[in-house]
């Protein structure tokens, strides 16, 4: 793949993720709210026994998507260009020392994650704390939610803007590990019986290729987010306490901010018992799929579209 094209398949996955980032986010704020620590005190009626939220829960569902609307590019540009890159890279390697496929994809992704979490640690930080911003009931306010988490997280220093760094990385890298090779595994195994029943001139068309590879990234998504919302809601507490209205110099914040993943997953244990670990699961299952399915599906339209528009026959997606 030429530079050129190159770059335009990385701008073509950064407007993907936009344009996904804007659909789901509802569900996105929702899983947020539901994990927050004072999910219960904030938006749960205290007069009635129902489990159902009240009205509060579903106000302001896109507070906090400036942030995101900035940090879309820069946060899936690099993931791509590292994904893409060491993808190559290790795959070249991997016939010498026997290395199975699936740890190619697990080993690119995982690289790919570690870079992107630096760009998206801080614009996690303040959209989750927008999220959880509170409007007044008499109409929306005209301030960006996005700039009123940020002044809030700036009292205590720029260091607030890294909190759940680790958590991050925690949830991201098994959920990729989990996903890629899944995704890569069944996409491939779909576009063999294609090609076996077609024929080696066999070419998917578009429509096709955004169908099998938005399917496969849905259900290997779905399934790994499952199996990796505990690490979302510790690092969904984590980024929240970076926010905490408390003054940061009192000794109790402190201690607060300086707890642990760990200590936090035995918070969460011992407030809800270990069902509490998965809290927002369903959510975070469906908007994963869908998000997956129509990223993954539209990044790889753009790229096979870009590549035979540049009159480039190498394509990695049919194997």
Not at 16 to 37: E, N
Not at 45 to 52: A, R
Request: hydrophobic content about 40%; charged content about 20%; proline content about 4%.
């Amino acid at each position: 793949m030429s530079g050129n094209t190159h770059v335009d398949v990385i701008l073509a996955g950064a407007a993907a993720a936009f344009t996904v980032d804007l659909m789901i986010y509802p569900l996105d704020t929702l899983k947020t709210r539901q994990q927050s620590q004072d999910f219960v005190k904030t938006f749960a009626d205290p007069s009635t026994q129902t489990k159902l939220p009240s009205r509060q829960l579903f106000r302001g569902l896109y507070q906090g998507i400036g942030i995101v609307v900035v940090a879309t590019l820069p946060a899936a540009g690099t993931f791509f260009t590292t994904y893409e890159a060491a993808k190559t890279f290790l795959g070249k390697h991997a016939a010498q020392v026997g290395l199975p496929q699936p740890f190619v994809h697990s080993g690119a992704s995982a690289i790919a994650e570690c870079a992107s979490c630096l760009v998206l640690t801080p614009a996690e930080v303040i959209k989750q704390n927008a999220q959880m911003l509170q409007r007044s009931s008499g109409g929306s306010s005209s301030k960006s939610t996005s700039l009123q988490a940020l002044r809030q997280l700036g009292r205590g220093g720029g260091r607030r803007l890294l909190s759940g760094y680790s958590a991050l990385v925690a949830r991201n890298l098994p959920f990729t590990a989990i996903q890629f090779p899944i995704f890569e595994a069944m996409r491939a195994r779909i576009w063999a019986r294609r090609r076996s029943g077609a024929g080696e001139k066999w070419k998917p068309g578009l429509l096709e290729t955004g169908v099998v590879t938005g399917t496969s990234a849905g259900l290997a998504g779905s399934f790994a987010a499952l199996i990796t919302t505990p690490m979302d809601v510790v690092k969904t507490r984590l980024m929240l306490g970076a926010g905490d209205e408390q003054d940061v110099k009192t000794e109790t914040a402190r201690r607060r901010r300086a707890r642990g993943s760990l200590a936090i997953a035995r918070e969460v244990v011992a407030e809800r018992g270990v069902p509490g670990l998965f809290r927002g699961a369903l959510l975070r299952s469906v908007w994963t799929a869908v998000g997956s399915g129509l990223y993954l599906g539209m990044y790889e339209v753009a790229k096979v579209w870009l590549t035979r528009g540049k009159g480039n026959d190498e394509d990695d997606s049919f194997p």
